[in-house]
């Protein structure tokens, strides 16, 4: 029968991987179980928390935003545009979905059934390939070479696709699981999974996998009666059984599973089945994984009444950065995982520490967070710096209002400290009334540090131009940011005392290339990569970003890669400066997860060459980019 609708749906899709990978009558197919759905402009397709569809969407005309809500603010992540597709959280997940769909104007939007299309997922490698690519590199299409490779979004936590950076850690699975002989009764087997409250057994011969028999094979074939209860196992077991190896992730699990249409997969030596049985994953364990996701984290957050919970949440991200780094996942991929949460943790205990004093803030205030929170930066717990600004008042009021916010402020700092962040040793801190006031105090503070430096107070209020406001009314934010820009512009001054700042930490290379390590004290012999590796490139990037104007962005990785943007003459400086910067940060990390510690000092005896090899060439850029800093800044105005 002739259908035009379908055809032209056909027609379409055709253009676009995965369809253009199918024959033409199963595409044709396809369309003829599609629908086609019209959405006006800011109509929503689903929302963040929704139920997933039983389809999933590929835009025809027009456009579709995605967006993330926190806090009541929805944030674009990214916009999907003619043959792009969006909504295949289903295909992965079993949960609900992590981002709204709403259209950025008048769309057209075609809805492919999940149930018609999952044969074609099974049975065509080029359709399956495209969603494992989708799935890994977390794009709404693989092949775009614009977003190739791009884990997350630049922007935030979450990007299309499966949004959960925790699909990429190693998968907990039932160790040493229950097997039995091929051989043995099947009544024996049923009665042995049910006094274990097991859903399955490994049958194996000379210890090698051969089989599984599952609830699934109970029911139909046993419930049934197509086999008696007395049938061996052999019988009635499916084989042959899918192997994978140790360690393997949840993404790879889950596409395994889909790609073979099965619930379980055994667990060998060596993911093949000539080895030994260890272990058994099953759609459960699968299930049980995305359960620690930091969408998940990011509720949990939300929803937490105190301390303790608060606490628990920032125990499940140490576990969530340690799985990251086992898997190779970029360092700059982590830190934006890692802000993010940091950021709820703190917003969520200025909440209930607000719910604590029992009277709501007098006036409009803002909570910045400054230094490596700032610079979003802070993946081990590592004190905490932060500050608060609150709205201009009468003379009369102010102190007052000071009160009440200096103890907010106290009741916050204390929380964080209970959740992990040690007391910044300095006493940087919202709850010092030094560091907490009106806008106009901080405007004159910072006119203060810009126009009238001096040595003795750079270094502390370098601190205070690593900055992000993560709470509050964002016209404080505005107003002092803008105050911060308009007194920086061509100072000199300033900027000559920053650069003065920047350049006291040589690279740490002396004679022969060997290492500089710490003469004597606790940490003797000991490299110190966050002083003479980490602050030189830190420092760098802020001078350079600030004197171009740059305040919107302060994460030291981010700086240096608008820098590389603005400079295309230096670009590949400070592309090595980013590298090497992430580099450094990898290595800190590593080292405060073994050991506990805020990753500081390094024993250069557990290095390997090659780790030795790599650090040694993060040093270079740090050079390179000291030189280019003696050049361009005139130290005159240092006295």
Not at 64 to 88: F, M, N, P, Y
Not at 159 to 172: G, T
Not at 402 to 421: C, D, H, M, P, W
């Amino acid at each position: 029968m002739n259908n035009p609708v379908a055809q032209g749906i056909a027609d379409f899709l055709k253009q676009y991987p995965p369809f253009s990978s199918l024959a033409p009558a199963d595409l044709f197919y396809i369309a003829t179980q599609s629908k086609v759905v019209y959405l006006e402009k800011n109509q929503v397709l689903f929302r963040g928390g929704d139920a997933t569809h039983p389809d999933f969407y590929i835009v025809k005309d027009g456009a579709v935003g995605l967006s993330l809500t926190s806090d009541a603010e929805e944030t674009l992540i990214d916009k999907c545009d003619e043959g792009d597709i969006l909504g295949l959280r289903p295909f992965f997940a079993k949960n609900d979905y992590l981002m709204t769909a709403r259209a950025r104007e008048e769309s057209i939007i075609y809805g492919v059934p999940i149930a018609a299309f999952q044969t074609y997922v099974t049975q065509n490698p080029k359709v399956l390939e495209f969603l494992l690519e989708s799935f890994a590199s977390q794009t709404r299409n693989p092949y775009d070479k614009e977003r190739s490779g791009k884990l997350l979004a630049e922007n935030t936590v979450f990007s299309e696709q499966v949004a959960d950076i925790q699909y990429f850690q190693p998968i907990k699975y039932t160790r040493n699981p229950i097997t039995a002989n091929p051989e043995d009764v099947l009544m024996f087997i049923a009665k042995t999974m049910a006094n274990s409250a097991v859903g399955s057994v490994i049958i194996q011969q000379d210890q090698l996998p051969i089989g599984i028999i599952t609830d699934k094979d109970l029911r139909s074939k046993i419930a049934t009666g197509l086999f008696p209860i007395t049938v061996e196992a052999r019988e009635v077991m499916t084989t042959p059984v899918i192997t994978v190896p140790e360690n393997i992730s949840v993404a790879e699990a889950q596409m395994i599973m889909l790609k073979h249409n099965v619930g379980h997969l055994c667990v060998t030596r060596d993911g093949t089945d000539n080895t030994p049985v260890t272990g058994i994953i099953s759609e459960h364990d699968v299930v049980a994984a995305q359960a620690n996701t930091p969408g998940v984290l990011l509720k949990q957050t939300r929803r937490a009444t105190n301390n303790k919970e608060l606490k628990y949440v920032r125990e499940k991200l140490t576990d969530l950065i340690q799985n990251s780094i086992d898997k190779n996942i970029p360092i700059s991929h982590i830190s934006n995982i890692v802000a993010e949460i940091n950021i709820a943790l703190t917003r969520r205990a200025i909440e209930l520490a607000v719910e604590k004093i029992g009277s709501l803030p007098p006036v409009r205030f803002v909570w910045v967070n400054i230094g490596s929170q700032g610079r979003k930066e802070q993946l081990l717990l590592t004190d905490q710096d932060n500050a608060l600004v609150f709205e201009d008042v009468e003379a009369a009021q102010y102190d007052t209002v000071k009160r009440y916010f200096v103890e907010l402020a106290g009741l916050v700092t204390e929380s964080l400290n209970k959740v992990g962040y040690e007391f910044s040793p300095h006493n940087i801190m919202a709850r010092n009334p030094q560091w907490c006031k009106s806008l106009t105090d901080w405007i004159k503070q910072y006119h203060t540090w810009i126009n009238t430096p001096a040595e003795k107070g750079i270094e502390i209020s370098t601190l205070f131009f690593d900055f992000d406001f993560i709470y509050g009314f964002p016209a404080i934010e505005d107003a002092l940011t803008e105050t911060i820009k308009q007194n920086i512009e061509r100072n000199k001054k300033f900027f000559a005392f920053l650069a003065n700042d920047t350049l006291k930490n040589p690279p740490p290379l002396g004679f022969f290339r060997q290492f500089l390590v710490e003469g004597d004290g606790e940490h003797k012999d000991s490299f110190d990569i966050k002083a003479r590796a980490l602050e030189p490139l830190i420092d760098a990037a802020r001078l350079l970003a600030l004197n171009q104007g740059i305040t919107e962005v302060t994460n030291t990785y981010h700086r240096f890669k608008k820098l590389a943007e603005i400079e295309p003459q230096h670009t590949d400086l400070y592309d090595e400066c980013a590298e090497a910067f992430n580099v450094l940060q990898h290595f800190r990390t590593e080292e405060g997860l073994i050991n506990s510690s805020n990753g500081r000092y390094l024993n250069l005896n557990e290095l390997s060459k090659t780790d030795k090899v790599k650090l040694k060439n993060c040093f270079q850029p740090i050079s390179d980019v000291q030189d280019l800093i003696k050049n361009r800044f005139s130290l005159t105005y240092v006295s």
